[in-house]
Structure formats: C-alpha cells, structure tokens
C-alpha cells in the first residue's frame, strides 16, 4: 500500500505537493481500503460493523457526502483512485497509484522545484503548474510520456502561467517534441534568446502556444520565429507589449496564414483579407504605439465670482487640466534605421496634426469668445507650447503612480474662463517607442488634475504733475476751452473714463483637485478607455481662503456686538412673523446667525484614452506614403 511521505521533505517541492495531496485522498481509511468495515466471506453479512461494497460506494458518491471534496480540481483521476480503493483494495500498491494519474493540477500552491519525483507518474500527460514559484523547466524531470509519444491518441500539455520563468533555455535543452499545448503566459519571458528558442526546430508537434501578458516587443522578430511552428493553430499574445503598437493584430495575422484563433478570437476569411500584404511592407515599423488622449466638458464648477460687488481689483479666473504622459525618447529607435525611424514617427506625427488642428483650432476660438483678450496669446500655435510651458512650472506631482518618472511629459489643456459648462475639446496624440515602458506605464495609470489661474487687475496710478507752460494761469486758460466743450467731447470722456488702464498681477494658480485614470484594460488588450473623473464637490476661492488671525480681545467684543445684533434681528423677525409670513422664508437665518449651508455639486470632466489600430492594411499604407516621396 501507499506510504506516507517523510515530514523532512519540503513542501515547495513538487513531489511534496503531490504526496500530500494523493494523502488526502484517505485511500487506506474508512469508506476505502482493506478495513474491519467491509463485508467479507469469513464476516457475517448483516454485521452491524460492516458495510457492503455497494454502501461504501454511495458514501463516496453522495452529493452530501463528507469525503467528496472535489479531488477532480487537481486530477480527474482522483475520484476513480477511491472507487479502485473500495473495489479491490487489494491490487492498489504504489505503481498503480502513480500510473492512474494521466493529469495533474497544482494552482497556487508555493511550488518552486520541479524535482525528480515527477518521474514516478509514468503515465502522465498533461502537466499544469500555474501560479506557483517556478523559475527553471528541468527536462530531465518530465515524464517521458511529455516528451515523447508512446502510443495511442492523446494531447501532451505542458502549463506554467504566472511563474517566475524568464529564460526557456532550460526547457529547450531537450524539448517535448510531441507537445501540442505550451503555456507560459504571465512569465519575464521576451528577450531575443527567448525568441530564438520558439521555432519549429524544438517544437514541430505544437498546435496552441500561450505567451499572453509577457515581455515580447518585437514583433517582426517574433513573428520570424513563430512561422516556422508547421502546426500551429492557436496564438495569444494578449497583454504583451507588441499588442500595443498599430499594427497588431494585423501584422500577426498576415504573418501567419495558417493560424486560426488570436487571443481567443477566431481570424474570419474577411479579416485576413483586410490584413493581405501588411507582413510585406518593408518599410514599415511595427514597433511604435500611438495613444490619443482627449478631455472633453467639465460641469459642476461653482461660480468664481458670486456675491464680489467689488469693482477692484477685478479678478479673472481660469481653468485647465494638466496631466503627464509617457514621453517619446528618440534613444529607443537606435535599433531601427535612422532614417526609417524619423521618416515613421514624421508619418505619424503628420496624421496627429491633421486630426488635432481643427481640435485646437475650436479650442482657441472657444476660449477668444468667452473671456478676455487681455491674457490670451494672439498666435493660436502657441497654446500648446504655452499650456506645456505651464504644466511644466507647475509640476507633476506623484501621488501613487509613476507621475514623477523623468520619463512623463507634462501636457495641459488651453485655459477657459468660468462656465457651468466648460468644454476642453482638447486631443493629444503622444508616439511612444518604448512599448515595455508604455505597457508599464498603463498598468499604473495617471492623475488628472484640475486646476484654476487667478489674476487680479489693478488701474493704473496716473501721477498729474503741472508743467513748466501751466505756470501763470496758462493752465486756466487751457482749461477753459474744456469747459465750453460740446456734450458729445464730455459723452466721449466719460466712456473713456469707464475702462481704465489695467495693471496685471502675476497669474498665482492652485490644484482643486487630482483624480487617477486607471488604464490597465489598455495592456491587456482593449483600445479605448472613455472615464468620467470625479473631483467630488469644490468651494470658491473665497470659502477656501483661511480667516485673518485677529486678537481675542478684539474678537471677543466683535462676538459680542454680532450676538446682539442677531438677537434683535430675530426678535424683530420674530415679531412681524404674521405681518410677513412670505418673507419669513426668504430670511432663513441659522440659530448661530449664519446663512444655511448651499449643496455643492461633484465637479467632474470627460476623459478617454485611445490606442491607434489599423484595421486594414490599406490604413498602414497612408502612413508609408510620406516616406517613399523624397
């Protein structure tokens, strides 16, 4: 019969994991095994310590049943290992134990070594390790049955997502030739030698590859390598950096004609048309990301300048939105020809301003219509530089993500005057080479921040000092003439005198609030991410300022005038009630003498994030054009 495991050998191991769970199967203990609770021929039939083979059978299969834990989560062989148990308990020895297994299922449990104990499941042919701890594949601890077919029909399947693999040279050593399922998404796998090691040469029996949410970012290179699998039929490639340029999926499609299903899609005869010949452009690079960012109307904003009577200083506010964005760095296209690099990226920038012109165009003219023009640059090509100029004095403050990497370009919007609705119409497109550095930088997402500019205006002291021709009465005689004026001379003066000179303060400019943009559906295979950002509720410039600090004797007698006034305010209130039972309501004055508190409404603003994908090769074919002109 079966031995327990000595309690010396670790758990991490592989063949720990398995005896402990071939251990919980109790195939010696009661309702299984060669016990004093079976109907034997020397035991009477009716014992009432004894249970007949069919009774046993039913504690096992029950749906009630305390020893029905499920053992099919780690093998579906498990469950007809105890009914062998309670059948004939007798033929059950340690090599018919090993040789039933033909699958076996361990799912987050710290395994770290692949050991040699694996060797004793002769029989098996699927092996699935996901989510352990494993960073080495020893060849030499496989099954031969995974290596290498010994006969009759089966589906060999070697699973090891959500490791810590980031080499396959230990794997390809001696590869399973006969291996049909090959799963190693979630590991740091991506580097050339890597890809060197997925071809047809070590794999010729593969059918369905797995290499989602990896490393791999260059696609032309991984492509080179995987039209040499001759079976292949199956490909996900979800989650990894080549996912994220323009070109996929439809360079990879393209790349391989026999393939069927790409990330759990089946690749229709239309699809592939559409992609015909993009695998052919030898101009073109596939290596690059286009994300287009745009912000759009911002609601909720309480009035800036409600309940000011004061004529000065006149105060102006406006706002922006100011975030940062993974930045192109011109070291990341050394690997690529220069002149093919620079040709792309002037491609691709020359789409941005076809799509964004009109955009920034509305923007200025929005903003030139709503508020003064005293502020406003009068060249419209410069909002962008000056709105990144400003961004980037002002700063981009890290709060939970990597805002404070060197790497981010702070980017900003134009800056609108105050309205209940305020629309941005603002897009971006930013060209990222770094596809590693971009998938990075959508797993943490970003911060928006909302903020607010205020000037104060002042009028300009005109200091009148008499000449050396006023002296003597010359200034009465001068004046004089004014005096006898026309009226339409005085109507004249008088609008002149309305509008005066303004002097301007430097612009002093404060965050009212930040919200996170999560992007991670981005790296993971989506194109669009539309968010509405809450800032929750805001207060005015005035409810926000502190109250000057005054001496407490002061405040104390200040309270104290407050209080009588309140007081007979509310005496008098009191006592024209029936008089002016309307007007009550329109005093709604606290106890404390304060107005009652105004509900303030959630600021919010429009977002989405879009990664470029060209959905025929046609569209890759405009972006080439550029290039071929001299």
């Known amino acids: 019969m079966y031995s327990a495991p000595s309690p010396v050998m670790s758990s991490r191991t592989l063949s720990a994991v398995l005896k402990k769970k071939i251990r919980l199967l109790c195939l010696n203990d009661f309702p299984c095994g060669n016990g004093s609770w079976r109907n034997t021929k020397d035991s009477s039939p009716e014992g009432p310590d004894t249970e007949s083979t069919d009774a046993l059978l039913d504690l096992l299969r029950g749906p009630h049943s305390p020893w029905q834990q499920d053992p099919e989560s780690w093998s579906p062989q498990a469950p007809s290992l105890r009914q062998q148990a309670v059948l004939t308990p007798e033929r059950l020895h340690t090599d018919c134990i090993y040789d039933t297994f033909k699958t076996i299922r361990i799912l987050d449990k710290g395994v770290s070594v692949m050991d040699n104990g694996l060797l004793k499941f002769s029989k098996l042919e699927e092996l699935v390790l996901s989510a352990n701890l494993i960073s080495e594949i020893p060849v030499e601890n496989l099954p031969e049955t995974l290596k290498a077919k010994v006969g009759g029909e089966g589906a060999e399947i070697l699973e090891l997502r959500a490791n810590r693999l980031s080499s396959l040279s230990s794997l390809t050593r001696l590869p399973p030739p006969q291996l049909h399922y090959l799963g190693l998404g979630s590991n740091s796998l991506g580097s050339c030698e890597d890809v060197s090691h997925l071809t047809g040469i070590h794999w010729p029996k593969l059918v369905c590859l797995d290499l989602g949410d990896c490393q791999f970012e260059e696609q032309q290179s991984l492509m ?101 964005f993974l930045r192109h760095s011109p070291d990341d296209t050394v690997k690529y020809p220069p002149t093919i690099g620079c040709l792309v990226q002037s491609a691709l920038l020359g789409k941005l301003d076809i ?37 980037g004095e002002m700063g981009v403050s890290a709060e939970g993500t990597c805002s404070d990497d060197a790497r981010l370009s702070p980017q900003s919007t134009s800056k609108l005057i105050w309205s209940e609705c305020m629309d941005f119409n603002y897009t971006q497109t930013n060209i990222v080479s770094s596809l590693r550095e971009l998938k990075k930088f959508l797993n943490q997402g970003f911060h928006v921040r909302l ?68 992007l991670q559906s981005l790296a993971e295979g989506g194109q669009k991410v539309s968010v509405l950002c809450d800032f929750g509720p805001l207060q005015t410039d005035s409810e926000a300022l502190p109250k000057p600090h005054t001496d407490s004797g002061k405040t104390k007698k ?73």
Request: proline share 9%.
């Open 224 to 324: 080179g390598a995987l039209c040499t699998l001759p079976c292949l039929k199956t490909l996900v490639l979800e989650g990894n950096p080549i996912s994220l340029s323009p070109a996929y999926p439809g360079f990879t499609v393209d790349s391989l004609p026999r393939l069927a299903w790409l990330d759990g899609s089946w690749i229709s005869p239309d699809e592939r048309f559409h992609f015909r010949g993009l695998a052919k452009m030898s101009d073109l690079i596939v290596d690059l990301a286009s994300a287009t960012v745009r912000v759009g109307r911002v609601r909720g904003i309480p009035d800036p300048l409600k309940g000011k009577a004061s004529d000065f200083p006149v105060v102006s506010y406006k706002y922006f939105i100011t975030y940062g």
């Open 355 to 391: 799509e964004s012109g009109p955009d920034t165009a509305s923007t200025a003219q929005l903003t030139e219509d709503s508020g003064s023009d005293t502020d406003l640059p009068s060249n419209k090509n410069c909002e962008r530089q000056t709105s990144t100029t400003d961004a």
């Open 451 to 518: 903020e607010e500019e205020k000037v104060l205006s002042w009028p300009v002291e005109k200091d009148v000092q008499p000449s050396k021709e006023n002296k003597g009465g010359k200034g009465k005689e001068a004046s004089s003439p004014a005096k006898s004026a026309p009226t339409k001379e005085k109507s004249k003066d008088k609008k002149s005198k309305c509008v005066p000179e303004l002097v301007h303060d430097p612009p002093t400019r404060r965050v009212l609030g930040s919200a996170h943009v999560p």
């Open 558 to 630: 200040e309270d104290k005038k407050k209080e009588e006034k309140n007081n007979g305010a509310l005496q008098k209130a009191s006592s024209k009630g029936k008089r002016k039972g309307s007007q009550q309501q329109d005093l709604d004055v606290t106890p404390t003498g304060s107005p009652a508190p105004v509900q303030l409404n959630a600021v919010t603003v429009e977002l989405s994030v879009e990664l470029e994908k060209w959905q025929s090769a046609s569209e890759a074919h405009l972006l080439i054009q550029p290039k071929q002109s001299p």
